[in-house]
């Protein structure tokens, strides 16, 4: 008799106690802030063709981002550039698409207190390792094995990358986030 009441006590009290939660968690962070900008990646979670469950030809679950503007000044970027040529940090070693197709010149301005709308990150071609200078090296290509794996994503640099109010670009890195990959 005691030993089930005990397991009802234990029972109510787990009822009863706040249980963390991960989306919500996941949600909720973002890489660290640049000139009031900030850039959160996640899994994708927007469409059924845009599912954390299905991968791009690179073996990566299909991943999206967010801007969004805690500063005072406004800032633009490039959704095409930020959807085709951001690179990603795959546990620690950086990687970029082997030829990028944003083709769209058109700048969006993010207003102070704002936060962009969805972009998905679609990597078209092969990913390929950068050097520590962000040079692409063509014969390290990505070989994504099983597992779980930590990743982040980094804006562009130069003029298709995220500009601040001064038209100088600010490069953004993303929160982490663990991908599992069948």
Not at 33 to 59: C, D, H, K, M, W
Not at 86 to 113: F, M, Q, V
Not at 120 to 141: E, H, N, W, Y
Request: glycine share 8%.
């Amino acid at each position: 008799m005691r030993k089930h009441f005990a397991s009802l006590v234990l029972g109510a009290l787990m009822l009863l106690s706040p249980v963390p939660d991960t989306a919500q968690s996941i949600t909720n962070s973002w890489g660290d802030q640049v000139e009031g900008g900030q850039l959160q990646i996640a899994l994708s979670t927007n469409s059924p063709q845009q599912n954390a469950t299905a991968v791009l030809a690179s073996g990566l679950p299909r991943l999206e981002m967010k801007i969004r503007n805690i500063g005072k000044d406004a800032l633009t970027f490039n959704f095409d550039a930020l959807s085709h040529s951001s690179t990603i940090e795959i546990d620690g070693t950086w990687y970029a698409p082997l030829g990028a197709a944003d083709n769209d010149p058109r700048r969006r301005e993010l207003a102070p207190g704002s936060q962009s709308v969805t972009i998905p990150i679609f990597f078209q071609t092969t990913l390929v390792q950068l050097d520590s200078t962000g040079t692409r090296l063509p014969a390290t290509k990505l070989d994504l094995k099983s597992g779980k794996h930590s990743v982040r994503i980094k804006t562009p640099v130069g003029a298709r990358g995220v500009q601040n109010s001064a038209k100088q670009v600010i490069t953004l890195i993303s929160n982490v986030i663990t991908i599992d990959v069948p």
